[in-house]
């Protein structure tokens, strides 16, 4: 298992930028694919972005395509989301997840592919 705590979150004016952070502890964090989710008042929990155990082979949601930047840096065991250009409806509490995957490649899109989740940290981007 592995431990997950994200912050960086906060409240931003429309067209600002902040930068999450999920810093792991536990089982070794480069032995698993990680994903950022976010879930909006009164909506499910959906996909923002998602990235490989190495760091190479990333995925991104249509609604954040060109303004998020997932990465992560394994020497420091976290996780990282990279938010430009937000918008009113970016508003949501940001979880970070990761899970096992299959080799050092795969990127994981789905919520049921993640086992372990953090407390999530919120986003609030006024317009």
Not at 6 to 11: D, N, R, V
Not at 74 to 80: E, S
Not at 107 to 117: G, M, P, S, T
């Amino acid at each position: 298992q592995v431990q997950l705590i994200e912050s960086g979150g906060g409240l931003v004016q429309a067209g600002g930028s902040l930068r999450l952070s999920c810093a792991a502890s536990g089982r070794t964090f480069s032995t698993y694919a990680m994903g950022w989710f976010r879930q909006a008042p009164g909506k499910e929990r959906e996909f923002v972005a998602a990235i490989s155990r190495n760091g190479g082979p990333k995925y991104y949601a249509d609604s954040v395509k060109g303004r998020f930047t997932i990465s992560r840096d394994n020497a420091k065991n976290t996780l990282y989301l990279q938010m430009n250009s937000l918008k009113p409806e970016d508003t949501a509490v940001y979880y970070c997840a990761a899970g096992v995957g299959q080799g050092w490649i795969s990127v994981l899109l789905r919520e049921v592919e993640y086992d372990n989740w953090g407390q999530g940290t919120q986003v609030t981007v006024s317009s």
